[in-house]
């Protein structure tokens, strides 16, 4: 510890009045009273209380602090904003504690590095916990947000999302049912008379404005029940795309903690509140032929009595012979482009009646069966009510009851049992799916071999219907004359 100065009993005012000797850098006095305890100062004046002793054979020495810091003894002092009264520790009691360590074997200098280190651990603890708490309470902030943003999600925000989403996956057709049975209504339409008339709402609008996480299978249930005894077939194809519109909800990030896991769509009570559709059986027969053709090509609107003849002689949808333009027309291949649900489109034969039938007709418009009535769609075509209700005044002027446009498809179908068309030809022509193996890997009929059948059921329902017509003299090498 080398060769210490005289030790005095420290005093404030000898503490006070120690000095540096000149050309010294520091002198250190030591108390006479505790040992161990020293006064430092510095050429340049600065004073501290240390502490000096030997360890292990080493010295050891701590900085306690500054005399104007540390009293010499023990006191108590006011703090001047709270009043309250607190002990301060001297110097010499300071130094009398460390001894107490250096006796215990104890280091005071690695121990305070210790309990600054272990401060610090505590120090970075305690900001690591209130980091994580911030984030937490930031993520719980931003959860509730999401919670909140999710509940104010309506069916027809998530309906909107789900139709652009698959909008590139759908037909025309799919993706029109969409909008029609989710559409609000009360749109104004032009009608024949004055009465001003809007459209209806769709199935779906009811459940539209409601918030998507109300939607469960309670909701859905009162919905069915409704619209079932209102609409049952409508109401039927409503529920099938609600459904599936569940599935989709449940694979998007954004929805999927909004519905229930639970498809709520796919319940006993919903199925059995819709009903059953009953099997259709509306057809033609071939007594009824005569009677059918003589009302149909008694119709006023020559377009629409073309239209519906096309329609049993093709076996095609009534939405896919009304969306026909000019261009799906093929006269030089005899081919006609049906746009359908099922492959997206299909090409059947142009058979002659058929052309016959098309011949005549404008072409201004683009549409193979075009409308100038204001009551028709603005894309200038012919839509559904109108060859609806002109085939139901034909219907009553035959005689004829129940039998509606998709009938005259089933009839098609029908009426090649006559003829032992193959099954695989009919469906083909009419844009069914292949329903056995063979029809659906192997087979699939050129359109020259398709025309050899179709216009071989061409003639005879014309032959039956008792329709005359004679096919144009470049097709008289495969046809012959209809009396």
């Not at 001297?90 to 210790?114: C, K, S």
């Not at 006023?300 to 261009?327: C, D, F, H, Y």
């Not at 291949?333 to 016959?356: C, Q």
Request: with cysteine; charged share 30%.
């Amino acid at each position: 510890m080398g060769k210490r100065q005289q030790r005095d009993n420290f005093t404030a005012g000898r503490v006070a009045a120690f000095t540096c000797p000149p050309g010294k850098q520091q002198a250190i006095y030591w108390d006479g009273k505790q040992p161990g305890l020293g006064l430092r100062v510095t050429a340049t004046g600065a004073r501290a209380y240390i502490f000096e002793s030997r360890l292990k054979g080493r010295t050891v020495r701590v900085t306690i602090g500054s005399p104007e810091a540390w009293p010499l003894e023990s006191d108590e002092v006011q703090d001047r904003e709270t009043g309250e009264v607190r002990k301060r520790e001297g110097a010499r009691q300071r130094a009398a504690a460390l001894t107490v360590l250096i006796d215990q074997g104890i280091n005071p200098t690695e121990q305070r590095r210790e309990d600054e280190e272990a401060k610090a651990r505590a120090k970075a603890q305690r900001e690591a916990e209130d980091a994580a708490k911030v984030q937490r309470e930031a993520e719980e902030q931003r959860q509730r947000e999401q919670d909140e943003a999710r509940r104010a999600v309506t069916v027809a925000d998530a309906w909107a999302a789900y139709l652009a989403d698959r909008r590139p996956h759908w037909s025309d057709l799919h993706y029109r049912d969409h909008l029609n049975k989710a559409r609000p209504g009360g749109e104004d339409y032009a009608r024949r008379t004055k009465k001003p008339a809007t459209t209806k709402p769709g199935p779906l609008a009811a459940l539209m404005p409601l918030p998507l996480h109300s939607l469960d299978a309670g909701t859905v249930e009162q919905w069915a029940a409704t619209e079932g005894k209102a609409r049952p077939a409508s109401a039927r194809l409503a529920w099938r795309l609600l459904t599936v519109f569940f599935g989709w909800c449940r694979e998007q990030p954004q929805y999927a903690g909004t519905v229930p896991a639970t498809n709520p769509a796919k319940t006993r009570r919903a199925r059995e509140a819709l009903g059953r559709p009953a099997v259709k059986s509306d057809v033609l027969t071939r007594e009824q032929l005569k009677a059918w053709f003589a009302a149909v090509q008694g119709l006023k609107n020559t377009t629409a009595s073309a239209a519906l003849q096309i329609m049993l002689l093709t076996g095609a949808r009534p939405g896919e012979v009304l969306t026909l333009r000019w261009e799906d027309v093929n006269r030089k291949w005899k081919a006609l482009t049906i746009r359908d649900k099922v492959e997206g489109e299909r090409v059947i034969p142009l058979t002659p009646y058929v052309w016959h039938l098309l011949n005549p007709l404008p072409r201004g418009k683009g549409w193979v069966f075009a409308s100038s009535m204001k009551a028709e769609k603005s894309d200038g075509r012919m839509v559904l009510p109108t060859p609806s209700k002109a085939h139901g005044n034909a219907c009553t002027a035959a005689d004829i009851e129940g039998l509606t446009l998709h009938g005259l498809r089933r009839s098609f179908s029908s009426l090649t049992e006559w003829l032992e068309i193959p099954a695989g030809v009919v469906a083909q022509i009419q844009g069914h799916k292949p329903s056995a193996t063979a029809e659906k890997h192997y087979k699939r009929r050129p359109l020259d071999l398709l025309r050899l059948h179709h216009e071989r059921i061409e003639a005879w329902i014309l032959q039956q219907g008792g329709v005359a017509f004679t096919p144009p003299c470049e097709d008289e090498s495969r046809l012959h004359s209809v009396v």
